[in-house]
Every structure is written in C-alpha cells, then in structure tokens.
C-alpha cells in the first residue's frame, strides 16, 4: 500500500513563496515518478510539475515554469514544490502523486495520490 502525505500549504501573499512537501510510504520511492497536481475551485485538476525517478529530469507546467522546482530527495522518501513568486491563479489544492512515466500530465495517468494541501494566494 502506497501512502502520500502532503504538508506546508497555507494563506501568503502574492509575491510570497511556500515550499510543500510529499512523503510516501513503502521501499519503492526511489524507482518511481513523482508528481504535483493542482486543483482550483470549480475547475479540473491540473499538471504542475513532475520529476523523474533516476535522471531526476524536471517537467512544468507553462503557468509555473521559471517559479516553481520540483526536486526529491529519495533518502527521505520525499518530493517538494518550491514555490516562488505566487499570484492568486496559483490557489488550490496540491496533490502529490505517484506514476510510470514523468511527461504524462494526465491526472488519469497517475495511480495514488495524497489527499491534499491548501494554498491560498492573497492579492
């Protein structure tokens, strides 16, 4: 059984940055994708960025390229989002998740998730 459990949201202001963080259970960690997904109200969950297992090659979302890093630490079990220079469109729930292949930015192609951390970005 995978788990996936988020920390670090929270209210900021624009401009202000936040770092989240993802630990999982189980030994496998390191041999697998990791991903950050967001989720606005009223709107589809959608990609932010995901980070492969071995070569640790990055991928982002256009609407965070250049503000958010997505890096892990396999030691640790654990994956995090940087992220800087937040505006209010960068409110939502984050989910973490695990999956196969690090360039799919379908939510479907991802197959556990954490339940989620909240952040609010104030104008």
């Known amino acids: 059984q995978v788990q996936l459990v988020e920390s670090g949201g929270g209210l900021v202001q624009a401009g202000d940055s936040l770092r989240l963080s993802c630990v999982a259970s189980g030994r496998t960690f390191s041999s697998y994708p990791m991903g950050w997904f967001r989720q606005a109200p009223g709107k589809e969950r959608e990609f932010v960025a995901t980070?492969?297992?071995?070569?640790?090659?990055?991928y982002y979302a256009d609407s965070v390229k250049g503000r958010f890093i997505i890096s892990r630490d396999n030691a640790k079990n654990t994956v995090y989002l940087q992220m800087n220079s937040l505006n209010p469109e960068d409110t939502g729930v984050y989910y973490c998740a695990r999956g196969t292949d690090p360039r799919h930015t379908g939510p479907r192609k991802w197959d556990y998730w954490g339940q989620g951390t909240q952040v609010t970005v104030s104008s």
């Open positions: 980070i492969s297992w071995r070569t640790f090659s990055t």
